[in-house]
């Protein structure tokens, strides 16, 4: 492959998003295929079979955080290099792992961005065994997850600005400064001082984001207790349940996970938090993802939390769609 840049280097320099697509800057290349989360590992028989298998299935095929039943992270596809290299359909997955072993091969791991499609991210492995294969695998993986979060962003965003909500982006840049991607799909709920909350309702499923903003004073505001006791505030005083006296809240007998957040590039700060939430007072429930932002001048605190409903089917790519709508902040 041509035209990389060691993941080495990749890894010091940060990742600049657009929170939504430019058409003097956005490659003028076809869409790239594959389905959400989906990952094509080009890896041949030989080297897939027994220990990388296993090596794949534990990082790639581990668990979601924050999911009422197991989802894997990814759904991995296994091919020959040799389909890869030869056959364009492969060639414009969004997502790809080449695993290129031969004699002489430098050791080390290269990141190809939008070579045959938009968007899209190919990651090389140029290795000599399969040992080193699996060590630089192991090594990079958090490298690889961010990476295809990435391109699953941009790629909802960029379908969702497409046939973009106006009149929602509009609204939520005049009360808060900032605008966010939904697609006509999608509509203001309620609005409220320094609140709002935008949905997607259809048949099987809800999806949707809660928007407020305070002032940020303090870093015991990102503590993980702070995030959680502010969500029941907001969903208790705004989102209510269809039975008479019920409200969304966050399901506290399941732990929680927080962590930096990537992606966030013109916010001071992003803290991200996985979880579950229910409905106190009736039979409902989910997962969400909240991302907690200080604003670019450090003088706000944003909260954009993302939930999805959708109890016969699974949940991980709904709540995909309604994180990538977070990931498109714009000031």
């Not at 010091?12 to 290349?29: F, G, H, I, R, W």
């Not at 002489?104 to 040992?131: C, W």
């Not at 990435?150 to 609204?171: C, D, G, P, S, W």
């Not at 966030?264 to 409905?279: I, K, M, S």
Request: charged share 25%.
């Amino acid at each position: 492959m041509k035209t990389a840049t060691p993941i080495l280097l990749i890894a010091t320099m940060a990742l600049m998003v657009s929170c939504q697509p430019k058409s003097s800057t956005e490659p003028q290349k076809r869409g790239s295929s594959g389905k959400t989360l989906e990952v094509l590992m080009a890896v041949d028989r030989d080297i897939w079979n027994g220990t990388t298998t296993a090596l794949v299935d534990s990082l790639f095929r581990a668990p979601q955080d924050g999911l009422p039943q197991p989802e894997p992270k990814f759904s991995v596809v296994n091919i020959p290099t040799s389909s890869l290299r030869n056959t364009e359909m492969f060639q414009m997955h969004r997502n790809i792992v080449l695993c290129d072993m031969a004699e002489g091969n430098p050791g080390k791991v290269y990141i190809h961005r939008d070579a045959k499609a938009y968007p899209q991210v190919l990651i090389e492995f140029a290795v000599t065994s399969r040992e080193e294969f699996e060590r630089l695998l192991r090594q990079y993986y958090p490298r690889l997850e961010a990476e295809f979060y990435r391109t699953e962003h941009l790629r909802i965003q960029k379908a969702f600005y497409a046939m973009r909500n106006i009149e929602v982006m509009q609204a939520l840049r005049k009360q808060f400064g900032f605008t966010l991607t939904f697609s006509d799909e999608f509509a203001i709920a309620k609005q409220a001082q320094d609140f709002a909350w935008v949905r997607k309702e259809a048949k099987d499923f809800g999806i949707g984001v809660l928007i407020a903003r305070e002032p940020y004073t303090d870093q015991r505001q990102l503590a993980q207790s702070a995030v959680l006791n502010r969500l029941d505030t907001l969903m208790h005083r705004h989102v209510p349940g269809p039975s008479e006296g019920s409200y969304m809240a966050t399901e506290r007998r399941v732990e929680a996970t927080s962590h930096p957040a990537q992606g966030f590039d013109t916010c001071a700060y992003a803290l991200e938090t996985r979880g579950l939430w229910r409905l106190m007072g009736d039979f409902m429930g989910g997962p969400y993802v909240a991302y907690t932002l200080i604003s670019p001048d450090s003088t706000q605190l944003i909260t954009l939390a993302a939930y999805a409903y959708c109890p016969r089917f699974p949940k991980r790519d709904y709540l995909m769609q309604v994180e990538s709508i977070c990931h498109s902040i714009k000031y």
